[in-house]
């Protein structure tokens, strides 16, 4: 597991397209922070930050699924996977091995990109609130794994990256842009009385959505959301929402571990 | 003999302690005083329930502590011309309508006190130009901190009052001041209802359910005050305004709060100079016609203004700080008009759950797609280019930001070079 | 996907399982004092005599914190469905179905946006009621369907001042609208 996290990581590390993702990131971000530097306020949920997290919510799940998808495509069409499959190798320790070392990568090239676009701000003379940086830094970073892990299951049954690149386009859209738009259609036709749940339900099947909720909700924004939601929030606004957070990323994570190694698995045998 | 003696002993004692108790209450203190006499009570505690019907002064001498469990109020003033100073009141009755202090009659004075209540703080009750000023008030959500009733012309200034129900309610008192009045931790900070041309001037009501509630009252002046941080609650706002005609809104700061003005079904009403800051909601109408909203500034909010079925609205020279701004005959107003769709608030009328999208990059894109119809949108056909007034910040410091930023690359520039290794 | 998509499908059947089996009547929901505003006014609903409430056709339950306020909802709303209404017992708040209550309108009652109906289960304590405290008016559903609903400060303001204070202890509301005017 730890060879293929390495080897991974040393692999995204080295390629040309890793460092576009730093002009990228560097470029996106530090101009987000200048439009900050230029709102009057700073900390809380105010438009900035909305327009920050949304931002944020466009480009990253679409970058993450492709890098994901494509870091098993690329390895299933070059023939590296079939090489593999002769090593007596655990599916898990691979899955959980390209995961691991594609998120290190991921989060090393953000985590510099944050640091080179704040120090670029700071030093235009902007200033920012410790507490605002940190729920959006946390925030992407949540994003960015969530969503390489779904690439990475995208990945284990595509053959090619052709078809990885269109599905993890068309999961994008499906869960970021018209998201509320088929649940708004959808829910239009079912009872009232069940909107309420399933709304509640669905919330936790689109990861996307569920981070933006805790998103606002950790800005003490989660009034926003109205009545319906007060049982909800009055959960997660406790310390008990660490515990349903951990809860959920572990149901998550078991769910993409075992579609991903079951897919891998039954590929390895045909 | 010697027992004869005795007995008048004990006849006498009997005689006189009652009297010298009594002597000691404050109640005969107030019994015995001529009208305009100052009462000065020494410090202590004094568990009694004093009624004060002439025009007397009582003022403490340090602390001076009234304590009531009754259910009468610890203090019931009445008449005109009462003066308390310095006077600190428990109070713990628990009835409906239990208050630490009863206020009718005319031109009393209440200055520097402090209240501790189950229930309610002060009650007006019919009277007219009392002043209360400089005092404190906690409660436990259960009572009003002051509540007028059918009182005019009263004056409430420089009051701190934390976790009543209400802070400061009004109803059917008319003519009224209130001034300088800090509220926080209550349920509605200041709330009026069928009360007419009151005056709420730089009152700071914060982290209530509601900053302020005007509910059917007309030509009020709410001007100078400062709604901020009222966002907790699902129904939270920074000022309420339903049924109310012909009033001002000016000069007040809105920060922070989940709404900063919801208006519903109000007609003829002027808002002009307000700072709307840093809310969810900016402003939000509903059924609120011919109403004026000019040279507000709106800053930071994350929807900044929506609007359903109202019209006739005169929206103009706002400065929205996330509009488009063009500016080509330099008269500081931009040609573009800023618009304000209201298809969310029209989705979640209807179904208030879709709340849960609130600005949901989906329902952006849903909005842009679904333009609604230009009457039914709420247009600044003028906004300012500038800021109506000055907006300031707060910073962390940078040494902090820097040391964050610094440690950012370096744990990743570490990482980076570790994972670059040859195995 | 596909475990999510089946979770949704299964999620979907439960709900219409639970839906099928709750489909007896309509109940009265529960008010929540922190978050429950009334539909026509937005003040916050306390848990009390005076608090009503609509169940649309469609399961939407809307509260109100005066009967009036209730009313001026129907009014405004002529064309929703409404499956049924509720009012509280004046004494021991239970919900009653609106059309079998009985009604008082008396200027001395305090209640929350100053429309001054109050409701009852029986007619009995209703009438009681209405014996002990004078001016008031008794009513049915129908009648109630065409009282006029005024405020009682227009009343006021057409009367001029005068009143007295009133001992009629009732639970803390938005507020007490402490009024008397029996004199009327």
Same mark, same amino acid.
């Given at each position: 597991?730890?060879?293929?996290?390495?080897?991974?990581?040393?692999?995204?590390?080295?390629?040309?397209?890793?460092?576009?993702?730093?002009?990228?990131?560097?470029?996106?971000?530090?101009?987000?922070?200048?439009?900050?530097?230029?709102?009057?306020?700073?900390?809380?949920?105010?438009?900035?930050?909305?327009?920050?997290?949304?931002?944020?919510?466009?480009?990253?799940?679409?970058?993450?699924?492709?890098?994901?998808?494509?870091?098993?495509?690329?390895?299933?069409?070059?023939?590296?996977?079939?090489?593999?499959?002769?090593?007596?190798?655990?599916?898990?320790?691979?899955?959980?091995?390209?995961?691991?070392?594609?998120?290190?990568?991921?989060?090393?090239?953000?985590?510099?990109?944050?640091?080179?676009?704040?120090?670029?701000? !700071?030093?235009?003379?902007?200033?920012?609130?410790?507490?605002? #940086?940190?729920? @959006?830094?946390?925030? %992407? /970073?949540?994003? =960015? $794994?969530?969503?390489?892990?779904?690439?990475?299951?995208?990945?284990?049954?595509?053959?090619?990256?052709?078809?990885?690149?269109?599905?993890?386009?068309?999961?994008?859209?499906?869960?970021?842009?018209?998201?509320?738009?088929?649940?708004?259609?959808?829910?239009?036709?079912?009872?009232?009385?069940?909107?309420?749940?399933?709304?509640?339900?669905?919330?936790?099947?689109?990861?996307?959505?569920?981070?933006?909720?805790?998103?606002?909700?950790?800005?003490?924004?989660?009034?926003?959301?109205?009545?319906?939601?007060?049982?909800?929030?009055?959960? !997660?606004?406790?310390?008990?929402?660490?515990?349903?957070?951990? #809860?959920?990323? @572990?149901?998550?994570? %078991? /769910?993409?571990? =075992? $579609?991903?190694?079951?897919?891998?698995?039954?590929?390895?045998?045909? | 003999?010697?027992?004869?003696?005795?007995?008048?002993?004990?006849?006498?004692?009997?005689?006189?302690?009652?009297?010298?108790?009594?002597?000691?209450?404050?109640?005969?203190?107030?019994?015995?005083?001529?009208?305009?006499?100052?009462?000065?009570?020494?410090?202590?505690?004094?568990?009694?329930?004093?009624?004060?019907?002439?025009?007397?002064?009582?003022?403490?001498?340090?602390?001076?502590?009234?304590?009531?469990?009754?259910?009468?109020?610890?203090?019931?003033?009445?008449?005109?011309?009462?003066?308390?100073?310095?006077?600190?009141?428990?109070?713990?009755?628990?009835?409906?309508?239990?208050?630490?202090?009863?206020?009718?009659?005319?031109?009393?004075?209440?200055?520097?006190?402090?209240?501790?209540?189950?229930?309610?703080?002060?009650?007006?009750?019919?009277?007219?130009?009392?002043?209360?000023?400089?005092?404190?008030?906690?409660?436990?959500?259960?009572?009003?901190?002051?509540?007028?009733?059918?009182?005019?012309?009263?004056?409430?200034?420089?009051?701190?009052?934390?976790?009543?129900?209400?802070?400061?309610?009004?109803?059917?008192?008319?003519?009224?001041?209130?001034?300088?009045?800090?509220?926080?931790?209550?349920?509605?900070?200041?709330?009026?209802?069928?009360?007419?041309?009151?005056?709420?001037?730089?009152?700071?009501?914060?982290?209530?359910?509601?900053?302020?509630?005007?509910?059917?009252?007309?030509?009020?002046?709410?001007?100078?005050?400062?709604?901020?941080?009222?966002?907790?609650?699902?129904?939270?706002?920074?000022?309420?305004?339903?049924?109310?005609?012909?009033?001002?809104?000016?000069?007040?700061?809105?920060?922070?709060?989940?709404?900063?003005?919801?208006?519903?079904?109000?007609?003829?009403?002027?808002?002009?100079?307000?700072?709307?800051?840093?809310?969810?909601?900016?402003?939000?109408?509903?059924?609120?016609?011919?109403?004026?909203?000019?040279?507000?500034?709106?800053?930071?909010?994350?929807?900044?203004?929506?609007?359903?079925?109202?019209?006739?609205?005169?929206?103009?020279?706002?400065?929205?700080?996330?509009?488009?701004?063009?500016?080509?005959?330099?008269?500081?107003?931009?040609?573009?008009?800023?618009?304000?769709?209201?298809?969310?608030?029209?989705?979640?009328?209807?179904?208030?759950?879709?709340?849960?999208?609130?600005?949901?990059?989906?329902?952006?894109?849903?909005?842009?797609?679904?333009?609604?119809?230009?009457?039914?949108?709420?247009?600044?056909?003028?906004?300012?280019?500038?800021?109506?007034?000055?907006?300031?910040?707060?910073?962390?410091?940078?040494?902090?930001?820097?040391?964050?930023?610094?440690?950012?690359?370096?744990?990743?520039?570490?990482?980076?070079?570790?994972?670059?290794?040859?195995? | 996907?596909?475990?999510?998509?089946?979770?949704?499908?299964?999620?979907?059947?439960?709900?219409?399982?639970?839906?099928?089996?709750?489909?007896?009547?309509?109940?009265?929901?529960?008010?929540?004092?922190?978050?429950?505003?009334?539909?026509?006014?937005?003040?916050?609903?306390?848990?009390?005599?005076?608090?009503?409430?609509?169940?649309?056709?469609?399961?939407?339950?809307?509260?109100?914190?005066?009967?009036?306020?209730?009313?001026?909802?129907?009014?405004?709303?002529?064309?929703?469905?409404?499956?049924?209404?509720?009012?509280?017992?004046?004494?021991?708040?239970?919900?009653?179905?609106?059309?079998?209550?009985?009604?008082?309108?008396?200027?001395?009652?305090?209640?929350?946006?100053?429309?001054?109906?109050?409701?009852?289960?029986?007619?009995?304590?209703?009438?009681?009621?209405?014996?002990?405290?004078?001016?008031?008016?008794?009513?049915?559903?129908?009648?109630?369907?065409?009282?006029?609903?005024?405020?009682?400060?227009?009343?006021?303001?057409?009367?001029?001042?005068?009143?007295?204070?009133?001992?009629?202890?009732?639970?803390?509301?938005?507020?007490?609208?402490?009024?008397?005017?029996?004199?009327?």
């Amino acid at each position: 597991m730890w060879n293929i996290w390495r080897s991974e990581l040393r692999m995204t590390v080295r390629q040309r397209s890793y460092y576009s993702f730093l002009i990228l990131w560097v470029a996106v971000l530090s101009l987000l922070f200048l439009l900050q530097n230029s709102a009057p306020s700073l900390t809380g949920y105010t438009n900035m930050t909305g327009t920050v997290a949304n931002i944020a919510l466009y480009i990253i799940p679409l970058f993450m699924l492709i890098i994901g998808s494509f870091s098993i495509a690329n390895e299933i069409e070059n023939g590296q996977w079939r090489l593999l499959c002769t090593y007596p190798l655990f599916t898990l320790s691979y899955v959980i091995g390209k995961i691991g070392g594609q998120f290190t990568a991921q989060w090393i090239v953000f985590t510099f990109s944050f640091g080179i676009s704040m120090a670029i701000s !700071l030093v235009i003379g902007g200033g920012f609130s410790m507490k605002w #940086l940190w729920a @959006i830094y946390l925030f %992407s /970073v949540t994003l =960015l $794994f969530i969503f390489l892990v779904i690439g990475v299951c995208i990945g284990s049954f595509v053959k090619t990256r052709w078809q990885a690149l269109s599905i993890s386009v068309m999961l994008w859209f499906f869960l970021i842009m018209i998201w509320p738009t088929a649940l708004i259609g959808i829910l239009g036709s079912v009872p009232y009385t069940w909107i309420a749940p399933l709304m509640n339900a669905l919330l936790f099947v689109n990861p996307a959505e569920l981070i933006r909720v805790a998103f606002v909700i950790s800005l003490d924004a989660g009034s926003v959301f109205g009545q319906a939601y007060d049982s909800l929030l009055s959960y !997660l606004e406790t310390s008990l929402s660490i515990l349903i957070y951990i #809860l959920y990323f @572990i149901c998550f994570l %078991s /769910v993409s571990f =075992l $579609f991903s190694m079951g897919m891998l698995e039954w590929r390895k045998r045909r | 003999m010697s027992q004869l003696k005795y007995m008048l002993l004990i006849l006498v004692l009997v005689l006189l302690l009652p009297g010298e108790t009594d002597a000691a209450t404050l109640q005969s203190k107030i019994e015995r005083a001529v009208p305009g006499e100052t009462i000065e009570i020494s410090e202590g505690i004094y568990e009694e329930n004093l009624v004060i019907t002439k025009p007397i002064t009582l003022k403490g001498q340090g602390k001076v502590l009234i304590r009531s469990c009754e259910e009468q109020p610890a203090i019931t003033i009445k008449g005109e011309h009462v003066s308390l100073e310095q006077i600190q009141v428990e109070y713990c009755g628990e009835g409906k309508e239990a208050t630490a202090i009863s206020i009718s009659g005319s031109k009393h004075q209440l200055t520097d006190f402090e209240i501790e209540t189950k229930r309610y703080g002060i009650r007006l009750d019919g009277a007219s130009e009392v002043n209360i000023q400089d005092g404190l008030i906690t409660g436990q959500r259960k009572g009003n901190g002051i509540d007028l009733w059918e009182s005019s012309h009263n004056t409430i200034q420089n009051m701190k009052i934390t976790r009543m129900q209400d802070g400061i309610y009004l109803e059917q008192s008319h003519q009224n001041t209130l001034r300088q009045n800090h509220i926080q931790g209550s349920r509605y900070g200041m709330h009026l209802m069928f009360a007419d041309d009151n005056v709420l001037e730089k009152n700071i009501a914060q982290y209530n359910m509601t900053g302020t509630m005007l509910m059917r009252v007309n030509r009020v002046q709410v001007v100078g005050n400062d709604f901020s941080y009222n966002r907790d609650n699902v129904n939270a706002q920074g000022l309420l305004i339903y049924f109310v005609e012909n009033s001002r809104i000016a000069e007040n700061s809105l920060t922070g709060n989940r709404v900063g003005i919801y208006m519903e079904t109000s007609e003829d009403n002027l808002m002009t100079n307000n700072k709307v800051m840093d809310n969810f909601i900016g402003v939000q109408f509903t059924k609120a016609n011919n109403n004026q909203l000019t040279r507000n500034t709106f800053v930071g909010n994350v929807n900044e203004a929506q609007a359903i079925e109202s019209s006739n609205n005169e929206v103009s020279h706002n400065y929205w700080d996330a509009s488009a701004k063009l500016d080509l005959k330099g008269k500081g107003e931009s040609i573009l008009p800023f618009v304000a769709d209201p298809y969310f608030l029209t989705l979640t009328a209807d179904v208030p759950e879709f709340q849960l999208f609130f600005q949901s990059p989906g329902v952006l894109l849903l909005q842009k797609m679904l333009k609604s119809p230009a009457d039914q949108v709420l247009t600044d056909e003028a906004p300012l280019m500038e800021t109506t007034m000055e907006v300031e910040r707060t910073e962390t410091s940078a040494s902090a930001l820097w040391a964050m930023s610094v440690g950012m690359i370096i744990v990743s520039t570490s990482l980076f070079i570790v994972g670059r290794k040859r195995v | 996907m596909k475990k999510k998509l089946f979770s949704f499908l299964v999620l979907i059947g439960v709900l219409s399982m639970l839906a099928a089996c709750g489909d007896k009547e309509v109940q009265p929901v529960a008010i929540n004092e922190e978050t429950d505003t009334c539909a026509t006014c937005n003040m916050a609903v306390v848990d009390n005599q005076y608090a009503t409430q609509v169940i649309l056709e469609n399961g939407k339950s809307l509260i109100f914190d005066d009967l009036g306020c209730m009313y001026a909802w129907m009014n405004e709303n002529a064309d929703q469905k409404i499956s049924a209404e509720f009012v509280r017992d004046y004494d021991n708040k239970e919900w009653v179905s609106a059309d079998d209550a009985t009604y008082v309108y008396n200027q001395s009652v305090k209640t929350p946006m100053a429309y001054n109906v109050i409701s009852f289960e029986q007619k009995a304590d209703a009438e009681k009621f209405a014996a002990d405290h004078a001016g008031s008016t008794l009513m049915t559903a129908d009648e109630l369907a065409k009282h006029s609903w005024t405020q009682n400060h227009e009343m006021m303001q057409n009367m001029g001042e005068g009143h007295s204070h009133s001992e009629d202890g009732t639970e803390e509301s938005g507020h007490d609208m402490e009024q008397e005017n029996t004199s009327h």
